[in-house]
């Protein structure tokens, strides 16, 4: 799960990517990565993307993928944050590729400070939403914020799990860093919402506060807390591997994507998480949905962390 979907709008789909600075040489490269040219953001991108993700997804070990929309930035007033953001996924486009492509499997995003964020919330469960993604420090979304409460109460009766990216983030640009901390996850787990911490509360950038010693505590204390461990093969993500192999956080990660984001080998190998052989092995594999795959068996993931999921998300019968 944690597959990101992007698209530039074209053949209506409402989605639309706004890349600025140093970000687009980094928005090249991505693309290279995941074997499309450098120039198809400016094409047919939506469509070219799409058929690219079914065709990793089903030359790979994974039997479904949990594919992102992508909300807007509202201010505290629930007011769209114009110029804010770099791309936007609505959740209509998200759930109606999951109708089409049993391959994917939907999750829809939506700001509980939106005026119809609740009416929001029943058309995506009407809709078929197995899970609701949102990067508070990006969305500009202090979960523990309690004009909230009704959402999370909804989402927990719908047993609709909240995927929420906590630590660092260099890729989506930041509007409130200190909402990048899992205690802002409290009040959703009071709540009774199903809560993964995407990648832990680990650091992206070397300078990033480490909040995965914050998330360990919570496992503690909340059943309802699970981390995923996406995006942990780029330079400085994957420094808590080791804990999260073994008892009791073991038990509680979830294998993640994060699609399009880099995966490279080379950091699991320096650190010592994976051997030559394996290292070699998984940089040959260009699908990179399935060297992420191997790369995590290699470091030791048990093979419940790939299946895990499916426990967890809502209405995935209907869905898959
Ligand atoms: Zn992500």
Same mark, same amino acid.
């Given at each position: 799960?944690? @597959?990101?979907?992007? /698209?530039?709008?074209?053949?209506?789909?409402?989605?639309? @990517?706004?890349?600025?600075?140093?970000? $687009? #040489? &980094?928005?090249? *490269?991505?693309?290279?990565?995941?074997?499309?040219?450098?120039? %198809?953001?400016? /094409?047919? *991108?939506? $469509?070219?993307?799409?058929?690219?993700?079914?065709?990793? @997804?089903?030359?790979?070990?994974?039997?479904?993928?949990?594919?992102? %929309?992508h909300d807007n930035v509202y201010d505290e007033h629930g007011r769209i944050m114009e110029g804010v953001g770099s791309f936007y996924v609505p959740?209509d486009y998200v759930l109606s590729l999951a109708k089409k492509h049993p391959e994917f499997w939907p999750a829809v995003s939506i700001h509980p400070?939106?005026?119809?964020?609740?009416?929001? +919330?029943?058309?995506?469960?009407?809709? /078929?939403?197995?899970?609701?993604?949102?990067?508070?420090?990006?969305?500009?979304?202090?979960?523990?914020?309690?004009?909230?409460?009704? *959402?999370?109460?909804? &989402?927990? !009766?719908?047993?609709?799990?909240?995927?929420?990216?906590?630590?660092? !983030?260099?890729? =989506?640009?930041?509007?409130?860093? !200190?909402?990048?901390?899992?205690?802002?996850?409290?009040?959703?787990?009071?709540?009774?919402?199903?809560?993964? %911490?995407?990648?832990?509360?680990?650091?992206?950038?070397?300078?990033?506060?480490?909040?995965?010693?914050?998330? &360990?505590? &919570?496992?503690? $204390?909340?059943?309802?807390?699970? /981390?995923?461990?996406?995006?942990?093969?780029?330079?400085?993500?994957?420094?808590?591997?080791?804990?999260?192999?073994?008892? #009791?956080?073991?038990?509680?990660?979830?294998?993640?994507?994060?699609?399009? @984001?880099? =995966? +490279?080998?080379?950091? %699991?190998?320096? $650190?010592?998480?994976?051997?030559?052989?394996?290292?070699?092995?998984?940089?040959?594999?260009?699908?990179?949905? !399935?060297?992420?795959?191997?790369?995590?068996?290699?470091?030791?993931?048990?093979?419940?962390?790939?299946?895990?999921?499916?426990?967890?998300?809502?209405?995935?019968?209907?869905?898959?």
């Amino acid at each position: 799960m944690h @597959v990101h979907l992007v /698209g530039n709008g074209t053949g209506g789909t409402g989605c639309w @990517v706004r890349i600025k600075g140093w970000h $687009r #040489p &980094m928005a090249a *490269f991505m693309l290279r990565h995941i074997g499309l040219p450098a120039g %198809a953001l400016s /094409g047919d *991108f939506d $469509r070219l993307y799409v058929e690219r993700l079914l065709e990793l @997804v089903r030359d790979s070990s994974l039997g479904a993928i949990v594919l992102l %929309a992508h909300d807007n930035v509202y201010d505290e007033h629930g007011r769209i944050m114009e110029g804010v953001g770099s791309f936007y996924v609505p959740n209509d486009y998200v759930l109606s590729l999951a109708k089409k492509h049993p391959e994917f499997w939907p999750a829809v995003s939506i700001h509980p400070g939106r005026a119809d964020a609740l009416e929001e +919330l029943d058309r995506c469960l009407a809709g /078929g939403a197995v899970m609701m993604k949102c990067l508070p420090n990006c969305h500009n979304i202090d979960c523990n914020d309690r004009r909230y409460i009704p *959402f999370w109460e909804r &989402m927990a !009766e719908a047993k609709l799990p909240l995927l929420a990216h906590t630590g660092g !983030e260099h890729t =989506v640009p930041v509007v409130r860093k !200190e909402l990048s901390d899992p205690r802002i996850l409290e009040l959703p787990l009071q709540c009774g919402v199903t809560v993964i %911490a995407a990648h832990c509360g680990t650091k992206s950038g070397a300078s990033d506060p480490d909040y995965f010693p914050v998330f &360990m505590e &919570m496992l503690g $204390r909340h059943h309802n807390l699970y /981390g995923d461990n996406s995006a942990f093969n780029v330079p400085v993500r994957g420094g808590h591997v080791a804990e999260c192999l073994l008892e #009791p956080v073991g038990s509680r990660i979830l294998h993640g994507s994060d699609f399009p @984001v880099p =995966v +490279l080998g080379h950091w %699991a190998w320096l $650190r010592g998480s994976i051997d030559w052989a394996s290292f070699r092995c998984a940089q040959r594999t260009r699908n990179i949905l !399935e060297r992420d795959y191997q790369l995590k068996r290699a470091m030791g993931f048990a093979p419940e962390t790939f299946t895990r999921i499916r426990g967890l998300l809502r209405n995935v019968s209907q869905a898959a």
